[in-house]
């Protein structure tokens, strides 16, 4: 079975903090993603990679940086929290099909990160 | 031309009865179209997905209703029962590219 943890369930942090979300997956996926969930507002892709130290801007990159030294692993970086991040934030992986299209995403369970 | 349309927002159900979410699509090159399930407190799982080839397709009570010409597609869930009760978000992709996903369906069955 497809693991995908993500280091924290609940997170809460003050404005401007430097803030950190972990993602690891054990599946040897090449492809990671980072979501947030808003309601109302669905999936919003901020951030992805496609091998190590690699990486690629989604639809909302703006005030979020990430890194990817190993293969396993995708943190998402908050460089100054604000509290219009207040959010669901979600790692999905999956494999590289060779272009093909169609693989399956693998979602960890979600950080809900509150910044006061 | 990257948007998936969703709607309902939300969708409440009788128990046994049969729920319908429809998503559109304005990109032609979109060739994957899968459908996520996602309860609360957990993230979205794949639930059932279709390539343009096929009209149809059934998994169990869960069935994917594809129409290329119009650009839509739906998900009937058949026999709604109250664990059906989460969040569906459809979803399109092409080739290689990143999927895009539709802003989501909140549906409750009642009991």
């Known amino acids: 079975d497809v693991k995908v943890t993500q280091s924290s369930r609940y997170l809460v942090k003050r404005t401007g903090e430097k803030v950190f979300l972990e993602c690891v997956q054990d599946?040897?996926?090449?492809?990671m993603f980072w979501y947030r969930q808003d309601p109302g507002l669905g999936l919003r892709l901020i951030y992805f990679?496609?091998?190590?130290?690699?990486?690629e801007k989604g639809d909302i990159p703006e005030g979020y940086s990430v890194s990817r030294e190993k293969k396993e692993r995708f943190s998402l970086i908050l460089e100054s929290a604000s509290t219009n991040q207040t959010s669901m934030y979600l790692c999905?992986?999956?494999?590289?099909?060779?272009?093909?299209?169609?693989?399956?995403?693998?979602f960890g369970p979600g950080t809900r990160l509150l910044v006061l | 031309q990257q948007q998936v349309k969703q709607s309902p927002q939300s969708l409440i159900v009788q128990k046994g009865g049969i729920s319908i979410i429809n998503c559109a699509y304005e990109?032609?090159?979109?060739?994957?179209f899968p459908w996520y399930q996602q309860f609360p407190g957990k993230g979205p799982a794949l639930l059932i997905a279709?390539?343009?080839?096929?009209s149809e397709k059934k998994e169990g009570r869960f069935t994917i209703s594809f129409n290329k010409s119009a650009k839509q597609f739906s998900l009937h869930i058949m026999d709604s029962q109250p664990g059906d009760s989460a969040t569906y978000f459809c979803?399109?992709?092409?080739?290689?590219?990143?999927?895009?996903f539709g802003k989501g369906t909140r549906l409750h069955i009642l009991p």
């Open positions: 999905a992986s999956s494999p590289w099909e060779g272009g093909a299209g169609g693989e399956t995403q693998y």
């Open positions: 599946m040897d996926h090449e492809n």
């Open positions: 990679s496609y091998d190590v130290k690699m990486k």
């Open positions: 990109n032609t090159a979109f060739d994957y």
């Open positions: 279709i390539r343009p080839d096929v």
């Open positions: 979803a399109a992709s092409k080739g290689d590219d990143k999927i895009i």
